[in-house]
């Protein structure tokens, strides 16, 4: 999939030079009456590498911090000296090839040629990151609308679930106490997955913590001591009023249950949270479980990547180390 898309795009961008190559050469013979071959390729050959590098390491520094910019200004003095020293360097072939013989054009004609070019293509690497740092936004925001979208689909009628919960809860109660509570334990999960956000759609981190622990519990409760697990919580050092997209932790501590073997009392899981000023941590590890995984909220690891790519972008660690026999899993974020 990946090799296939690169190919596209080698074969759209090779497209697109020929294009222009072929509307240059189109005007110069519209022009001059005159059709090289062999001397515009040498000079193609320094053009088309300096634009690539302007549009994809100069232009990105130039939209950063002022240091970036002071970088960019730096590192496009140095490419615009190798590109005149190469640009000669054609000309002198340039000359041998037509004429037979070495020449040097010193001429302000010649300098001021070089010097036009170089702006020339400097001009169109810049708009060419901007259609395409234009294009990438949208992308963006398409996805994130996506995923709001996929978001709301998820959300059924909270009412009737909540209430048909609560049947349930009050017919399982007259038999089992222990079941009521399980029960119980999944409508305040539920409600919390369904329930309200402020209007960016974050939570308070206290109530995602809360959730992730009652999380736990219910899943100790099912496994009726099968599950053996360290998990620890640590926010005393956290700074107040943080938030955080809803379930985000949730499905990463889920992912321990889903695929781990809980059932090693000599090789507990761990889930480690822990906050201090506005950067969360959480550490999961696991044994790797090789039977059936069960369900868990519908949200896959890849949306919840895709999320925190849009919302915390540059803010945020995620790894994850799958081994034959055990799975890790970091994740720090500047909230």
């Known amino acids: 999939m990946a090799q296939n898309k690169l190919r596209r795009r080698i074969w759209r961008h090779s497209l697109a030079i020929i294009c222009v190559i072929l509307y240059e050469q189109g005007i110069n013979f519209l022009l001059f009456k005159r059709l090289y071959v062999v001397i515009p390729i040498v000079y193609y050959l320094i053009e088309v590498p300096f634009f690539y590098l302007t549009s994809f390491i100069i232009m990105p520094m130039w939209f950063g911090s002022l240091k970036r910019k002071v970088t960019a200004i730096l590192f496009l003095i140095g490419f615009i000296a190798l590109f005149i020293f190469l640009q000669y360097c054609a000309g002198i072939f340039a000359i041998y090839y037509s004429k037979g013989k070495l020449e040097f054009d ?60 609560n049947l349930a809860h009050g017919i399982v109660e007259e038999v089992s106490p222990e079941g009521a509570e399980a029960i119980e334990r999944v409508s305040r999960l539920m409600e919390y997955a369904l329930g309200p956000s402020d209007e960016r759609g974050f939570v308070p981190l206290e109530v995602e913590l809360k959730n992730v622990a009652e999380y736990v519990e219910l899943i100790k409760m099912r496994k009726k001591g099968q599950c053996h697990i360290d998990f620890k919580l640590d926010t005393s050092n956290a700074s107040n009023g943080l938030v955080i997209p809803p379930v985000i932790l949730i499905k990463m501590v889920e992912n321990v249950f889903k695929h781990g073997n809980l059932k090693l009392e000599d090789d507990p899981a761990t889930v480690e949270i822990s906050c201090v000023g506005n950067v969360l941590k959480l550490n999961t590890y696991n044994p790797l479980n090789t039977g059936h995984a069960p369900k868990g909220f519908g949200i896959g690891m890849t949306s919840i990547q895709q999320r925190l790519d849009s919302l915390y972008p540059g803010k945020f660690n995620l790894k994850t180390i799958k081994t034959e026999t055990s799975f890790y899993l970091t994740f720090d974020i500047e909230l």
């Open 106 to 165: 010193a001429s302000w004609a010649g300098v001021l040629h070089t010097l036009g070019r170089g702006v020339y293509i400097i001009g169109l690497a810049f708009f060419y990151y901007l259609g395409r740092r234009g294009i990438q936004k949208e992308v963006e925001k398409n996805r994130e609308l996506q995923l709001e979208n996929d978001l709301l689909k998820s959300k059924v009628d909270s009412h009737m679930v909540f209430n048909t919960m």
